[in-house]
């Protein structure tokens, strides 16, 4: 098993090809810094998500790192909202976001903040840099606005309104914020540089006007400030000393700086690294929020969906999400990682700690003639080979049973080793049966069969040393729970939907077949009772997951991974 492990990890840097977690190139920069006493030793992170979505997979990565940087050098992590766009941001998803931070196992303690808490101090702000003849109220419209920016190769023009006097500027500002203006009418732009190579440089907005109600302010603002111009400042406030973003902020980093620099004010260190992508999903809140609001999922916490609250209906844990992200190490190549990697990390967890069950997906129906119809035997079943502490159950044992479609065959072909005509199998902690005789409907479609056991292999096992080359897992028809289980695939058809060629768009690559609804599945009793999120290894099938769905009388399961180990397999191949 450990052998295993070593040799997986080390087939996982390659396909990063960045430096193993602990050496990765973010801690190298923390620990230089503790080193050198830059902050006075001080390691204090934040995670700042936009309460514009729900959380997904790639964030988890951004978590981890903020989390568990602040952890690994004993300093802090705030969860603080970049609360700037009161238009597309909503209390549902603040609410969704911190469950999801708890859930993955992290905790800001009492350092919940808002950028909106900052709302007085960064108009404050904005007035001083008008004062400095350093910002401008500009009447631009906004396709004014992008025309005169220029492009990476042209270098952008002065507005017009660029040399307003400060006196001018403080009256149409405060003017702004009285809301005297439409939306659009006006915004406060930076007074930097026109023709910088970097286009972020080019007087950026700061504020921008919007007559909707916050969240968390309600109806006090009418303007807000960019993200740009919040988030620097944001983490000046709170002391933050290693601001870690992804790396499509490394061309901000001029800006944040200069926001800083002008203001005079403290100022972070910002590390940037590269986004998660993983195949066969997408990352974009905004594509995500489209998926649920068009029906093409059953929304935010559909398990097919890469957010934290689909995996966790799945029945993904938290502790494999984590691992997943310790293993793949930090880099600043962007990274197109395999799905298959994270199922590897879910089931590695899965097996060590999901309860073995039993329970048949497409049953066939067994009928063993030599059994009395009145008795029922409890039969002693392993909770979890892997986990010695896991005990055992009792599963009960009667003259119906069901077993899976699947396992047997009338004419099977040479390589099917499972059930037909005449052949002796084991069932699983129970007894070898044999299959006399096959009963059909009027289709000649198999319905029922008709075996019969051998008393003398009660438990497993002949006391004559004789072999069977299948065991087969089953469920006594008598005392079998009914479930409905839902299979899961790959969400989109290609490994990259978010690269889609003209005329296409991403929903066009959306995979027909990735739910597959099982609806009449047998689960072996002691499963009863069990709260949603319970997961369970139904043997030879997979992990399962018990859905909120569920009712009294009908349990609904998800499948989280299949036990087959798909990424080995994709390693071996790449050599
Ligand atoms: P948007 O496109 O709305 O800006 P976002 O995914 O950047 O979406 P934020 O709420 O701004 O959403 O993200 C919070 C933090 O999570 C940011 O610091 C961002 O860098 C990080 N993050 C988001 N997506 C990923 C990803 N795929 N991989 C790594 N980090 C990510
Ligand atoms: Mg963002």
Redesign the pocket.
């Known amino acids: 098993m450990l052998e295993k492990d070593k040799h997986s990890a080390e087939e996982i840097d390659e396909t990063n090809g960045e430096e193993t977690q602990r050496s990765h190139f973010l801690y190298e920069a923390i620990e230089d810094d503790q080193r050198s006493g830059r902050f006075d030793g001080r390691v204090h992170t934040r ?4 309460p ?2 729900y959380l ?1 997979i ?2 988890s ?2 978590i981890w790192l903020d989390f568990g940087m602040a952890e690994d050098f004993g300093g802090k992590c705030n969860l603080r909202f ?1 609360d700037t766009n009161p238009a597309k941001e909503e209390q549902e998803y603040i609410d969704a976001i911190t469950e999801d931070v708890r859930w993955l196992g992290y905790d800001w303690e009492d350092r919940l903040f808002f950028a909106s808490d900052y709302f007085d101090q960064l108009y404050d702000w904005a007035v001083q840099l008008i004062k400095a003849g350093k910002a401008y109220v500009d009447h631009l419209s906004q396709d004014e606005i992008r025309e005169y920016r220029g492009t990476l190769t042209e270098p952008g023009k002065d507005s017009p309104y660029r040399n307003r006097s400060v006196e001018e500027n403080l009256e149409l500002f405060e003017k702004m914020k009285n809301g005297d203006f439409a939306e659009g009418e006006c915004v406060l732009r930076a007074k930097i540089d026109m023709k910088s190579g970097n286009i972020n440089m080019r007087d950026p907005v700061m504020y921008r006007i919007i007559h909707a109600p916050h969240p968390r302010t309600g109806d006090k603002w009418c303007i807000y400030p960019m993200y740009d111009y919040a988030h620097g400042q944001s983490d000046s406030i709170e002391g933050v000393t290693h601001s ?3 790396m499509e ?1 490394e061309d901000h980093r001029p800006l944040y700086d200069w926001f800083l620099d002008e203001l005079g004010i403290y100022h972070p260190r910002q590390i940037e ?1 590269a ?3 993983l195949t066969y999903t997408i ?4 594509l995500l929020l489209r998926l649920v609001r068009e029906g093409l999922v059953r929304g935010w916490d559909d398990p097919r969906m890469p957010t934290l609250r689909g995996m966790r209906r799945r029945g993904y844990p938290a502790a494999a999400i984590r691992a997943f992200n310790e293993a793949l190490g930090v880099g600043k190549r962007p990274t197109m990682v395999e799905i298959e990697m994270l199922e590897y990390f879910v089931r590695q967890d899965l097996n060590k700690h999901a309860p073995r069950v039993m329970g048949v997906l497409n049953p066939l129906r067994v009928v063993i003639e030599n059994y009395p119809e009145d008795q029922v035997e409890e039969m002693d079943a392993v909770n979890n080979p892997e986990d010695p502490d896991a005990g055992m159950r009792k599963v009960p044992f009667s003259n119906v049973i069901y077993i899976e479609r699947d396992d047997f065959m009338e004419d099977p072909p040479k390589k099917f080793y499972r059930l037909a005509p005449g052949r002796e199998v084991r069932l699983r902690y129970a007894y070898f049966l044999t299959c006399n005789d096959v009963v059909k409907d009027d289709n000649g479609e198999v319905i029922e069969l008709r075996c019969t056991i051998d008393p003398a292999t009660r438990g497993g096992d002949a006391p004559d040393g004789r072999k069977v080359k299948s065991t087969l897992h089953w469920v006594s028809a008598r005392h079998a729970l009914e479930a409905e289980v839902r299979l899961y695939n790959h969400l989109f058809t290609t490994p990259n939907p978010a690269a889609t060629e003209e005329g296409q768009e991403f929903t066009d690559l959306i995979n027909p077949d990735s739910i597959e609804v099982l609806p009449t599945c047998y689960i072996e009793p002691s499963v009863q009772g069990a709260d949603a999120g319970s997961i369970y290894q139904f043997e030879r099938l997979g992990y399962f997951c018990l859905d909120p769905d569920s009712t009294t009388d009908k349990l609904v399961f998800n499948r989280a991974v299949t036990l087959r180990d798909d990424w080995a397999k994709m390693q071996k191949k790449k050599g």
Do not use: T, V
């Open positions: 995670f700042p998500p936009e514009n979505g997904h790639g964030h990565r951004a970049d870690l973003c992804s902020y690294f986004r998660l992508n990352m974009s809140k905004r």
